[in-house]
Nanobody, 119 residues
């Protein structure tokens, strides 16, 4: 059993910053790609950023230059530093990870953390 537990969401004014964290726990052999997605009301879930175990990253255009994804492989934890937040960043943010459990790879989602940016 693998769990992804997110923290760090909240309410912030436009222009402010938040840092999200997501820790994977359980019977884990290796965590491969970790990422952050978000879903705003009435919209589809979309990729924000993701990072490989080797540190390669890619970002949605909306996140480039404002958000930074990083990870601590020893802690199986991924972070999302969000700066210059805008009201349109308001959404539930979900952590996602590809986790190798014994020989097989599985994809897991966190429960989500609310980010609200006020204007």
């Amino acid at each position: 059993q693998v769990q992804l537990v997110e923290s760090g969401g909240g309410l912030v004014q436009a222009g402010g910053s938040l840092r999200l964290s997501c820790a994977a726990s359980g019977t884990i052999f290796r965590v491969n790609i970790m990422g952050w997605y978000r879903q705003a009301p009435g919209k589809q879930r979309e990729l924000v950023a993701r990072i490989t175990s080797g540190g390669s990253t890619n970002y949605a255009d909306s996140a480039k230059g404002r958000f930074t994804i990083s990870r601590d492989n020893a802690k199986n934890t991924v972070y999302l530093q969000m700066n210059s937040l805008k009201p349109e960043d308001t959404a539930v943010y979900y952590c996602n990870a590809d986790v190798r459990v014994d020989p097989r790879m599985y994809n897991y989602w966190g429960q989500g953390t609310q980010v609200t940016v006020s204007s």
